[in-house]
């Protein structure tokens, strides 16, 4: 598909031009500045500009995702709402199907002029027939965005607030936006619907700020109670334009966060997002896929992998699941010989299960067609005698009674939750 998307440099915009790329489509790049040579076409595009926009007849779908931070009247709406005016027309013009990139705050009655305008452009979506999706708490990847805002508070403050009551928020990984959205652009005969992507568990705020300072920012803060009703004392005594500026307003659009319920968006796209915990870690994905390779293909040969099996791996997951990364539970990685704690039948056949079931298979295919799998699944090269039979087939079977031991009495200890993070 030839996919034009707005905001292309912005956090979002950055993985799914580069997700797009990398699936063999061709994304055209609305951004006001040429991107670098390599990321795709370009068009310019200015959010405040009026003139109308022409898109090439090909374009198949377009993905607003530029907008104004700063809209704190109802006159910035205004000039938002001309936008995405303008940008549906150009895509109705070439028949191409528009998703519109809105947000969690967005409704008729929101706290902020942000969220009010959010909810009248979702309207003029809809009405034109198109896509709209509401992501919860972005985060991952690059410090960008309102994630890269948090991670260098978390980074400098060595005393955090924790909002009582606590606000809830549904966090998504930016690559699994990204794969949604993609997503999204590709349905067939789409009906105009509000996408909801999120974890479908709700975490309060404090918990995500915790996992920023324990996993990305890997320092110690502490957190002090402020009450949520000084906030909105604060903002309704400063107004809206200072409390905009100082950041308040989004704060107090937080605290008004309805919960999403987003199984039924996730079970459409056949979304499974990642664990807090995988996405949280700064690698970068394929980094994260690495390490993924290293712990399955050493768990299923019993020694480590080689580079070349390893980019084996990585290319089977790249062409048969998209590139992503699975989110294995992190002592697993570090640990691969307790990958068979969830190595267990039952599990795998489980709906969380099945997928772990597939790269586990994937990595011994891959294995067995080497020479230490060779070595390790045929005996190739092995010493032998009766002897050293015996000994084998008794530390085969003490193994697999330890196993088959240790799983029921880990299970309530850690490895419930792990599973859990990880297989939601």
């Known amino acids: ?30 951004t006001r500045t040429a991107p670098a040579a390599d990321a795709g076409a370009w068009l310019r595009y200015d959010l405040f500009d009026t003139d109308a926009l022409t898109l090439p007849g090909d374009v198949q779908a377009v993905v607003h995702l530029a907008f104004n931070p700063r809209v704190a009247t109802e006159a910035d709406g205004d000039a938002e709402m001309v936008a995405a005016l303008r940008l549906l027309d150009a895509a109705a013009a070439v028949g191409a199907h528009f998703v519109f990139v809105s947000s969690q705050t967005a409704r008729e009655d929101a706290p902020t002029a942000y969220g009010r305008t959010k909810w009248r452009i979702e309207q003029l979506v809809l009405q034109r027939g198109g896509s709209v999706v509401r992501p919860g708490q972005v985060y991952g990847g690059a410090a960008m965005g309102l994630f890269g805002l948090l991670v260098n508070l978390v980074d400098r403050l060595p005393m955090l607030p924790a909002f009582l009551p606590a606000p809830l ?17 590709q349905l067939p005969d789409a009906t105009p619907e509000v996408h909801l992507i999120a974890q479908s568990q709700a975490l309060s705020f404090t918990t995500f700020l915790r996992a920023i300072a324990a996993s990305h920012v890997r320092k110690t803060r502490f957190f002090v109670p402020v009450p949520t009703a000084l906030v909105r004392l604060a903002v309704r005594l400063l107004g809206a334009e200072r409390s905009n500026r100082l950041g308040l307003s989004r704060l107090d659009s937080l605290f008004a966060l309805p919960v999403m319920d987003t199984r039924g968006s996730l079970a459409l796209l056949g979304l499974q997002l990642r664990s807090l915990e995988s996405g949280m870690q700064p690698a970068a994905p394929g980094d994260q896929l690495a390490a993924e390779a290293a712990a399955m293909l050493c768990y299923v040969l019993n020694r480590r992998p080689d580079s070349d099996l390893v980019e084996r791996y990585i290319a089977a997951i790249g062409r048969f699941r998209e590139g992503r990364a699975l989110g294995l539970p992190g002592f697993t990685l570090r640990h691969p010989a307790l990958l068979a704690l969830l190595d267990d039948r039952a599990f795998l056949a489980s709906e969380r299960g099945q997928e772990l079931a597939w790269r586990l298979d994937a990595a011994t ?44 009495v880990s299970m309530p200890l850690f490895l419930r939750d792990a599973i859990n993070r990880s297989f939601p």
């Open 365 to 408: 295919l891959l294995a067995e067609a080497t020479q230490a799998g060779a070595e390790r699944f045929i005996g190739i090269r092995q010493p032998a005698g009766m002897l050293r039979y015996g000994l084998g087939l008794a530390c085969a079977v003490a193994s697999e009674v330890f196993w088959r031991i240790a799983r029921p």
């Open 1 to 30: 598909m030839k996919i034009a998307i707005t905001g292309a440099t912005g956090y979002i915009g950055r993985q799914l031009a580069a997700l797009a790329l990398h699936q063999g489509h061709h994304p055209l790049l609305l």
């Open 169 to 185: 928020i549904q966090p998504v990984h930016v690559d699994d936006l990204a794969l949604a959205l993609l997503r999204i652009a």
